[in-house]
């Protein structure tokens, strides 16, 4: 009986929304767009199949998803694509929340649903320049340490004669999107609340900004040292970084190493 009124809310949700799924398949498979954005969605799929359904279907997240759909519904034709996507990944954490237990379901998977969003172009277009013009005047200290007369024209820097840019890859946005997704996946495994997400979010949040801030200077130093051509350099030390925050992420979001969500059912 369980089953079936699980698979009843599921079909229920799948008419709801079903104007939402051409629109966000036809933008994942997008060949000019990047590819990731599965990642979170199969993450939570993965999470989802190794948890036990409840006995009873929980109400509360259920009113509250109904009400998620009556305002989907009152502004349809108003909103954008993207709104209504957000509406239905919303309205699905919530069902889902209903559906199996809340110590397991924790808001870091609702965060791994927008993530699955194909948010980056807009974000590209709205906050890369931002993100350039911050990074740039960040790592201006950094970079004066060259011993160089160096000035800052708008997020590029000016010395000897040469113009060093910082251009759109440089802006951070990838690296912040696959921090998140690192640190919303850390946290729904070892089912962190909802107030200590939000302190690692900033948290992180500040340390991707100042490994960017690293990655900036670093690439300065290059190109003053006439490697700027070696393109795997670029690369290498983005790597290198991100791999350094990922340890760091790691160590700050469990630093007691208590065992994740699956380990516990597993000794169970």
Known sequence: MQHKSIVTVLLLYVVAFRPVFPWYISRITD????????????????????????????????GIAAGF????????????????AAFAFVVFYLVVRACYSKESIKISML???LLSLPLI???????????????THLAYPLVQLCGQNIVIEGTSYYYAGSLIEID???????????????????????RIAFMRTMLLSF??????????VIRIANLFYIHFAGFQEKDWLHYGIGVVLFLFISLVL???VNPDRRKSLCETSEST
Not at 35 to 60: C, D, H, R, S, W
């Open 31 to 62: 060949p000019s767009d990047m590819p990731y954005y599965l990642f979170p969605l199969l993450t939570v799929a993965m999470f989802i199949f190794f948890q036990k359904p409840v006995g009873i279907i929980e109400t509360q997240s259920l």
């Open 250 to 252: 790691i160590r700050i």
């Open 121 to 135: 172009p807009s974000l590209q277009f709205y906050c890369g320049y931002p993100m350039r013009l911050l990074v």
């Open 69 to 84: 759909i009556v305002a989907y519904a009152a502004s349809y034709h108003f909103v954008p694509a993207m709104i209504k």
């Open 168 to 190: 759109a890859p440089c802006s951070g946005i990838n690296m912040l999107w696959v921090g998140f997704y690192l640190l919303f996946t850390l946290t729904m495994l070892y």
């Open 111 to 113: 965060f791994l649903l």
């Open 203 to 212: 948290c992180v949040f500040l340390l991707l900004i100042f490994g960017n």
